[in-house]
């Protein structure tokens, strides 16, 4: 409550109500104020160990992609009870993503539009910084995506360079080809395309000499016959997990007030997106019956959204938008909610 009275109006009247200002000041206020941060562990973390992916999580609930694309505050996500961080989307090249205007908040509707394109300082950069970092204590996840730049028929070498480089640093990978904001990304989750670069990276990676797990994130907007096909393609590629679900096309669920931004281009998320992040969760756990692990991300913002994830079949969480649009309460109030509940 305090987060949202006056935490939040705060910030957005001193960055001129840009959201993107504010998820940028946010990110590096908490990346130098980190190591200062031991105190507040102890009010936020929770203690519900689970293995997931033969890794050790803390608790079930995670720090999804895109908050902190390029390592900037990695101390930061444990202490505020984060038993997991995923970050990027990082690309083979820097790049600086779409054109501004590109993220607006709906906090009549609990939801974010974005277009970032990716916005990122490129893989090798974020290797330099993991590398200086050192171990960050709860598993670490990178999403790795295509760069624009690259045509769609080198993709795949595209993503085998981001796994090179981040091979050593990630616990497992997150391979995006579902975001909606980078032209043509979301073909490669057609069988064929889908096929042919996670078999390379499965090559890549044994050439690492490492078992990293891969999963694939899934779009929200797939037919329930395209979602059956990507999956059969990633048993067969011994893909170790599913992260559903990206962010929307779909503009239902904006309240009315807010109905001026429908017109804005990019991905939705929040609560216009819970209904079906749950429906693509209970899909995927079905139809592989139980042999594919998922973590569940879309529209939880309360420890009741985050338990309909569990009974759906997923076996973790990830907040994004309920977080950024709430504050750090939401990790406590949702990881103390579901813990000891069976994964």
Not at 37 to 63: A, E, K, Q
Not at 235 to 264: D, F, K, Q, Y
Not at 308 to 324: C, E, I, K
């Given at each position: 409550?305090?987060?949202?009275?006056?935490?939040?109006?705060?910030?957005?009247?001193?960055?001129?109500?840009?959201?993107?200002?504010?998820?940028?000041?946010?990110?590096?206020?908490l990346?130098?104020?980190?190591?200062?941060?031991?105190?507040?562990s102890?009010?936020?973390?929770?203690?519900?160990?689970?293995?997931?992916?033969?890794?050790?999580?803390?608790n079930?609930?995670?720090?999804?992609?895109g908050?902190?694309?390029?390592?900037?505050?990695?101390?930061?996500?444990?202490?505020?009870g984060?038993?997991f961080?995923?970050?990027?989307?990082?690309?083979?090249?820097?790049?600086?993503?779409?054109?501004?205007?590109?993220?607006?908040?709906?906090?009549?509707?609990?939801?974010?539009?974005?277009?970032?394109?990716?916005?990122?300082?490129?893989?090798?950069?974020?290797?330099?910084?993991l590398?200086?970092?050192?171990?960050?204590?709860?598993?670490?996840?990178?999403?790795?995506?295509?760069?624009?730049?690259?045509?769609?028929?080198e993709a795949?070498?595209?993503?085998?360079?981001?796994?090179?480089?981040?091979?050593?640093?990630a616990?497992y990978?997150?391979?995006?080809?579902?975001?909606?904001?980078?032209?043509?990304?979301?073909?490669?989750q057609?069988?064929?395309?889908?096929?042919?670069?996670l078999a390379?990276?499965?090559?890549?990676?044994?050439?690492?000499?490492?078992?990293?797990?891969?999963?694939?994130?899934?779009?929200?907007?797939?037919?329930?016959?395209?979602?059956?096909?990507?999956?059969?393609?990633?048993?067969?590629?011994?893909?170790?997990?599913?992260?559903?679900?990206?962010?929307?096309?779909?503009?239902?669920?904006?309240?009315?007030?807010?109905?001026?931004?429908?017109?804005?281009?990019?991905?939705?998320?929040?609560?216009?997106?819970?209904?079906?992040?749950?429906?693509?969760?209970?899909?995927?756990?079905?139809?592989?019956?139980?042999?594919?692990?998922?973590?569940?991300?879309?529209?939880?913002?309360?420890?009741?959204?985050?338990?309909?994830?569990?009974?759906?079949g997923?076996?973790?969480?990830?907040?994004?938008?309920?977080?950024?649009?709430?504050?750090?309460?939401l990790?406590?109030?949702?990881?103390?909610?579901?813990?000891?509940?069976?994964?």
């Amino acid at each position: 409550m305090l987060f949202d009275k006056i935490a939040r109006p705060v910030m957005y009247r001193l960055a001129y109500h840009d959201p993107e200002v504010v998820h940028e000041r946010t990110v590096r206020l908490l990346g130098r104020v980190a190591p200062a941060l031991g105190p507040v562990s102890r009010v936020y973390r929770t203690d519900d160990p689970v293995t997931v992916l033969g890794l050790r999580f803390p608790n079930r609930v995670g720090l999804a992609a895109g908050m902190d694309k390029n390592g900037l505050a990695l101390k930061a996500w444990p202490a505020l009870g984060f038993g997991f961080v995923e970050v990027g989307t990082v690309t083979r090249h820097a790049q600086p993503g779409n054109p501004k205007p590109r993220l607006f908040s709906l906090p009549g509707s609990d939801g974010v539009i974005n277009r970032m394109g990716f916005n990122n300082d490129g893989a090798e950069a974020l290797a330099r910084r993991l590398a200086a970092h050192g171990k960050l204590g709860v598993p670490l996840g990178i999403s790795i995506g295509k760069s624009k730049v690259t045509p769609l028929a080198e993709a795949v070498e595209d993503y085998r360079f981001s796994l090179r480089a981040l091979h050593p640093y990630a616990d497992y990978f997150a391979i995006n080809v579902s975001s909606p904001n980078t032209p043509g990304l979301r073909a490669l989750q057609d069988k064929a395309a889908l096929a042919e670069l996670l078999a390379e990276l499965r090559r890549t990676s044994a050439e690492l000499g490492g078992a990293t797990p891969l999963l694939v994130k899934v779009a929200p907007d797939l037919t329930d016959e395209a979602l059956a096909e990507l999956l059969d393609v990633c048993l067969a590629h011994g893909v170790a997990g599913i992260i559903a679900t990206n962010t929307t096309l779909s503009r239902e669920g904006i309240a009315p007030a807010e109905a001026h931004l429908a017109a804005e281009t990019g991905g939705l998320s929040g609560r216009p997106l819970t209904a079906r992040s749950l429906e693509v969760v209970q899909f995927v756990h079905e139809r592989t019956e139980g042999k594919l692990p998922i973590i569940g991300v879309g529209g939880i913002l309360g420890p009741e959204d985050a338990r309909r994830m569990l009974d759906a079949g997923a076996s973790l969480v990830q907040l994004y938008t309920g977080f950024a649009l709430h504050g750090p309460g939401l990790v406590r109030r949702v990881s103390r909610g579901i813990a000891g509940r069976p994964c």
